[in-house]
Antibody
Framework: QVQLVQSGAEVKKPGASVKVSCKAS????????IHWVRQAPGQGLEWMGM????????SYPQKFQGRVTMTRDTSTSTVYMELSSLRSEDTAVYYC???????????????WGQGTLVTVSS | QSALTQPASMSGSPGQSITISCTGT?????????VSWYQQHPGKAPKLMIY???NRPSGVSNRFSGSKSGNTASLTISGLQAEDEADYFC??????????FGGGTKLTVL
């Protein structure tokens, strides 16, 4: 069965960086895009971008360009999301999610990780 | 890219039907048939309920249906059940090649 298992909660100081991992299993890792979505406490969902695990190409919305980096390790079927220059507003649960479509991004997310809470506090 | 507009809250009684709206623009909902709906229970990850406006993934109850007219997409839940009480989010692909979410609707089953 398809599973996305994320790394554990993190506490970071303002200005620091955080790197969250998402290990995939149960399907061909390189066939499906992985997206990252975050949710601030009590708030809605926000798309942070996506990565093609096959070639490693990425796409980020303007809001996060220059501050987010998504990478992958095909040997371990793991995707990483690193967010830099953290501020208090980045406190949120960060989710990885698999795109529904194999071979291209449909921007529809069918399997989700369990979420990783990142707390930014001095 | 502004978030899609959803009602903040809705409520209904068991057995009733409710429709949640999701309003975007001609650059997202109105142009593309890439609208999805997600259900999220407290403390849980979202679950895909509808994709491509009106398609249900395997395993999702046929009480859930989706549609679109112009810049507004809709999720209809028929035969409301207590387990349907959750937050619902819509999404759409945009002309900027990004994904935009709605603000979410908190559904209460009375």
């Amino acid at each position: 069965q398809v599973q996305l298992v994320q790394s554990g909660a993190e506490v970071k100081k303002p200005g620091a960086s955080v790197k969250v991992s998402c290990k995939a299993s149960g399907y061909t890792f390189t066939s499906y895009y992985i997206h990252w979505v975050r949710q601030a406490p009590g708030q809605g969902l926000e798309w942070m971008g996506m990565i093609n695990p096959s070639g490693g190409t990425t796409s980020y919305p303007q809001k996060f360009q220059g501050r987010v980096t998504m990478t992958r390790d095909t040997s371990t079927s793991t995707v990483y999301m690193e967010l830099s220059s953290l501020r208090s507003e980045d406190t949120a649960v960060y989710y990885c999610a698999r795109d529904l479509n194999s071979g291209g991004a449909f921007f529809c997310l069918d399997y989700w990780g369990q979420g990783t809470l990142v707390t930014v506090s001095s | 890219q502004s978030a899609l507009t959803q009602p903040a809250s809705m409520s209904g009684s068991p057995g009733q039907s409710i429709t949640i709206s999701c309003t975007g623009t001609s650059s997202d909902v109105g142009y593309y048939n890439y609208v999805s709906w997600y259900q999220q229970h407290p403390g849980k990850a979202p679950k895909l309920m509808i994709y491509d406006v009106s398609n249900r993934p395997s395993g999702v109850s046929n009480r859930f249906s989706g549609s679109k007219s112009g810049n507004t997409a809709s999720l209809t839940i028929s035969g409301l059940q207590a387990e349907d009480e959750a937050d619902y989010f819509c999404t759409s692909y945009t002309s900027s090649s990004t994904l935009v979410f709605g603000g979410g609707t908190k559904l209460t089953v009375l």
